[in-house]
């Protein structure tokens, strides 16, 4: 009988306890929102870190409802994206250059880059149009992205709009800090769409800047970048 009753404080206990971990964990999300939403990003600081860089695609991430945040699957699209694309943005409007990521080791030993930096040959004669125009929203306090017409490139859909994730972003001002830096350079877009399975679907675009270290004078070679 005193097994039996120990056993009911218990269970009792253990639905208490269930209790608070699930309140603490609904506790933690909301905090991570207000957090969002509290921190502040000034235009005129961002915006030239972001405007005079070329970037790099890092990862696409998928979240359905409020599940975990998860890298999309591979394949070949999805790599050449992350290799051989790269995003400007200029007056207003996203544009991409292509190239490639090299595969070789002998770039970054000739220019004593870290064996984690990632070269490019790309070539920036010519900036392509994305579909996408960008501006910032005084009442989001961030930028934003929008989708003016449906592109191919990332398969973004007309009419999408993404905000700059403002607790992820982290800016340097040139290569030297980029560089001597542990922490990445990073900018994150957040969109969110609606699916008929699905429910709420959101998309965490993240970038990474592409440093320029040798320019040529010809017009139609390509120039090469770094990635820290």
Known sequence: ?????????????YWVIMLLVVNFACTEKELAKEEEQDIVIKKDEVMPLIEN???GLTKIEKQIGTGTRS???????????????SFTYSSGYVGFYSGNESTSDTEKQKNNFPSYARTFSIFTRISLPVGLDYSWDDTAGTMVTHCYDGTKILKIPLDQTAYLE????????????AQASKIPENITLVSQEK???LGAVTYYYSFRPLYPYKLHTTQWENDSFVMF
């Open 1 to 13: 009988m005193k097994n039996f009753y120990n056993m009911k404080i218990l269970t009792r206990y």
């Open 166 to 177: 403002k607790g992820t972003l982290v800016l340097y001002k040139d290569m030297a800090a």
């Open 195 to 197: 699916d008929a399975t």
């Open 53 to 55: 860089k070329t970037w």
């Open 71 to 85: 890298e999309l699957p591979a394949s070949p699209e999805y790599t050449a994206y992350k290799t051989q694309c």
